[in-house]
């Protein structure tokens, strides 16, 4: 009898400290992992669906952060998937503009962007952009404006980005690997540990009583 109420005694608070214990850590372990959400391509001109009258002359993607300046691409391509263009954009904080080397010819062209997200992750995505039609009538306007210099600077300073900044982009990808795994697991591994050490606190309580 006075056997039964001690076990009583004993194991009342420890079972509830064990439930508490366990109730803590699912919250732990179901809770979100902490915020890295990658960036996301707020806006972009042209926008998705446009139907322009000539092809634009760049095309500029804004992010929800400043996004790395490593290897960033945008490529064109027409309806029967023919590359029309494969442009490293310069960035510029949130900003990639892509200065179209040629105008686009008429048609629905897709723009595909790869960059790489400010916590480090490369994220991509694309979207179409119709061009009514061919900028053949506006060339002698366009290729004075091209003629005006300035254009090559920028594309040497495109390539030594691409050169330079390619490994430590497979470096990213890496760390990502390595790194994005274990604090969910870790919680995990932790909290399986946690309980299996309350309940055999409260088998070895009992078992003494
Ligand atoms: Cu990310």
């Not at 494969?86 to 897709?110: C, N, Q």
């Not at 009538?137 to 366009?142: F, I, L, T, Y």
């Not at 050490?197 to 009992?206: D, K």
Request: aromatic share 2%; net charge negative.
């Amino acid at each position: 009898m006075t056997s039964v109420l001690r076990l009583r005694a004993v194991s009342r608070p420890t079972a509830l400290l064990a439930l508490a214990a366990a109730l803590l850590l699912s919250v732990l372990v179901a809770a979100p992992p902490p915020a890295s959400a990658h960036d996301t391509l707020l806006s972009s001109d042209p926008a998705d669906g446009d139907v322009l009258e000539t092809s634009p002359e760049a095309i500029t993607l804004t992010y929800s952060a400043d996004i790395l300046a490593v290897s960033p691409v945008v490529r064109i391509t027409d309806e029967s998937g023919t590359e029309l263009a494969d442009i490293t954009p310069t960035v510029d904080g949130p900003t990639a503009t892509a200065t179209l080397p040629e105008p686009l010819p008429a048609g629905t062209h897709t723009v595909q962007w790869r960059v790489v997200s400010s916590d480090g992750h490369p994220i991509e995505g694309s979207f179409t952009v119709t061009v009514e039609q061919d900028t053949e009538v506006v060339d002698e306007g366009a290729a004075a404006a091209s003629d005006g210099g300035g254009e090559a600077p920028a594309a040497s300073d495109g390539a030594q980005d691409e050169s330079s900044a390619a490994p430590s982009a497979a470096e990213a990808d890496e760390v990502d690997e390595q790194g994005g795994l274990p604090l969910p697991m870790l919680i995990g591994i932790l909290a399986v540990v946690v309980l299996a050490a309350v309940v055999a606190v409260v088998v070895i309580l009992r078992r003494r009583d």
